[in-house]
């Protein structure tokens, strides 16, 4: 199954992307679409460190979309 988190901008969606990506079903996908630099860094940071996800990005017009698939 897939879920959308649209408009991740801020500290507060940062925030509730992570919580959002701990609570994913193994196997489920989560795309996120991050318009704001510094949560995309640290977004990248977080999910390139965590061994039970994986993580597709690609830049988008208004930012970039990240699709992180737990296994």
Do not use: F, W
């Not at 965590?50 to 597709?56: I, L, V």
């Amino acid at each position: 199954m897939q879920h959308v988190m649209p408009n991740i901008a801020g500290l507060v969606d940062l925030l509730k992307s992570r919580a959002a990506i701990n609570r994913l079903p193994s196997g489920d996908t989560l795309c996120l679409i991050v318009r704001d630099a510094d949560v995309y860094g640290a977004l990248v940071r977080i999910v390139g460190n965590d061994a039970q996800c994986r993580m597709n990005i690609s830049e988008i017009p208004d930012g970039h979309r990240l699709t992180v698939t737990k296994i």
